[in-house]
């Protein structure tokens, strides 16, 4: 089961130090500018600000967190490329390889570390990128009900599997192919990665 907060976009501006508590707070709501810890980044931070509010007030497209100035907001959006993943892909690693800056398309979290507490024993926990799986069953189902299945990836924007399970997993097109005899008979399983919970 997924749970996620709705979130009230507000057109707002400010600017704080990457440390600042708020920060972790507020960055998914309002477009916060980079700053320096001390005042001596104050006529950068400030001038970024100005060219987001100009943006945000005449509704023009705002750029990248990594173009604006600002820290990325978790947001997904699609856009169209000249090149394929692929290519794209390639390119960034051969970037790395030869020490070139590159631009990850997806930037991931990152978390400090923390020393972890000593245990009595171990703990049997499954992890969020399991290499675990389970199986769904679908015998006697002709399509799969949004109400029922539910797709969790952070690589793409889920929202249109959501709406129709059948996209990802194309069951109703299985059954029609079954029943005009194309294929033999559909598995009566869906196998799927398990990221933990009940089975």
């Known amino acids: ?14 600017s704080m130090f ?3 508590p708020g920060v972790d707070l507020f960055h998914e709501d309002i477009y916060i500018v980079r700053s320096e810890e001390s005042v001596r980044g104050m006529e950068d931070a400030i001038s970024k600000m100005v060219n987001l509010a100009l943006k ?5 497209t705002i750029g990248r ?3 604006e100035g600002y820290f990325p907001r978790n947001l997904v959006k699609n ?8 290519e794209r892909a390639v390119e960034m690693i051969l970037r790395k390889v030869r020490g070139e800056p590159f631009q990850p398309e997806l930037e991931l979290p990152r978390f400090d570390r923390v020393k ?7 703990l049997a926990m499954p992890r969020s990128r399991s290499n675990r799986f ?5 015998k006697g189902l002709d399509r799969l009900a949004p109400e029922d299945f539910e797709a969790i990836h952070g690589g793409y924007d889920t929202k249109f599997v959501d ?9 109703d097109a299985l059954r029609e192919m079954e029943r005009r005899g194309l294929v033999g008979e559909v598995h009566g399983r869906v196998y799927v990665k398990w990221r933990g919970g009940d089975w």
Not at 79 to 86: G, I, K, P, Q
Not at 164 to 170: E, K, M, S
């Open 1 to 14: 089961m997924r749970i996620t907060r709705k979130r009230r976009l507000k057109r707002s501006v400010t």
């Open 18 to 20: 990457e440390e600042n």
């Open 56 to 60: 945000l007030a005449g509704k023009e």
């Open 65 to 67: 967190p990594s173009e």
């Open 79 to 86: 856009e169209l490329a000249d090149r394929n993943a692929a």
């Open 116 to 122: 972890p507490a000593t245990l009595g024993k171990p």
């Open 134 to 138: 389970t199986a769904y069953e679908v």
């Open 163 to 171: 709406q129709d399970p059948n996209r990802l997993v194309p069951l």
